[in-house]
């Protein structure tokens, strides 16, 4: 049994196809730095030219098999939940549900993806993270990454100051984007758009709100741990360009 079927290269077809070459997700933990080494050099024989590696904070020994190849933590990604409230707050009226993609909602969608690993990682392309949060909220307006699109929109005004994408799994609601328009931030708007995500879950008769981020994101972090959020999962993410 070869180490790339032992310890796992996943194929990630749809990651391949957008960004035109073959990307994987590395399995496994616990890695020492000879087998790192080894399956860095599998992966690289085998074509991949980007492999994502997600690890578990706990899991030291990859940790330090990492720094000792020196590889660049790209991401350190954090899950946060809180229950959906038995009465949930009222929604504003500037809230609106929207399946209409306009030039703003584009922008905000680009926005959003400000901390994104796609967005700090220096070897992609200019202009690759903007196209992958342009593709979310695409298909987050047509029903296929979302349930539900809300904008905060003043209706005396044109244009949208913030936006939020819900998605609904069996067990919980999901915030995917959820961005305010630079120069409307700390105006509430943001709290404005969560109240909306509570109304929501509530009406959907989900449990729990769940949204990922990224930890350096210390706005976003400390927004929802003020709202009730708390982390109920991390993992770091190491981008390996071979």
């Known amino acids: 049994m ?45 074509g991949w030219r980007l492999v994502y590696w997600f690890v578990e904070p706990t899991d ?30 009222a929604m504003s009226a500037h809230v609106l549900p929207t399946d209409e993609l306009t030039p703003r909602l584009l922008e905000l969608a680009r926005q959003s993806g400000h901390h994104s690993r796609f967005r700090v990682d220096p070897v992609f392309q200019a202009g690759v993270y903007e196209r992958l949060y342009e593709h979310w909220i695409r298909s987050s307006v047509i029903g296929q990454t979302a349930r539900q699109v809300l904008v905060y929109q003043p209706v005396k005004h044109d244009n949208a100051f913030g936006m939020i994408t819900l998605g609904y799994q069996t067990t919980h609601a999901s915030i995917g984007l959820l961005a ?48 009730g959020f708390e982390r109920v999962h991390e993992e770091h993410v190491y981008h390996l360009w071979l």
């Open 180 to 227: 305010v328009q630079q120069g409307y931030r700390s105006q509430g708007i943001g709290q404005h758009l969560l109240n909306a995500a509570m109304h929501y879950a509530h009406a959907w008769q989900l449990p729990e709100i769940q949204v990922t981020t990224q930890l350096d994101n210390h706005g976003a972090c400390r927004f929802y741990e003020r709202e």
């Open 60 to 89: 030291t020994v990859s940790a330090a098999s990492a720094r000792a190849l020196r590889l660049h933590l790209t991401d350190r990604k954090a899950r946060f939940a809180r229950p959906t409230p038995e009465k949930p707050p």
């Open 2 to 46: 070869s180490m790339l079927t032992e310890y796992g290269v996943q194929s990630l077809p749809w990651d391949t196809q957008f960004f035109g070459f073959p990307v994987g997700r590395l399995k496994g933990r616990r890695f020492t730095e000879a087998q790192l080494r080894e399956v860095i050099r599998l992966a690289r024989e085998e």
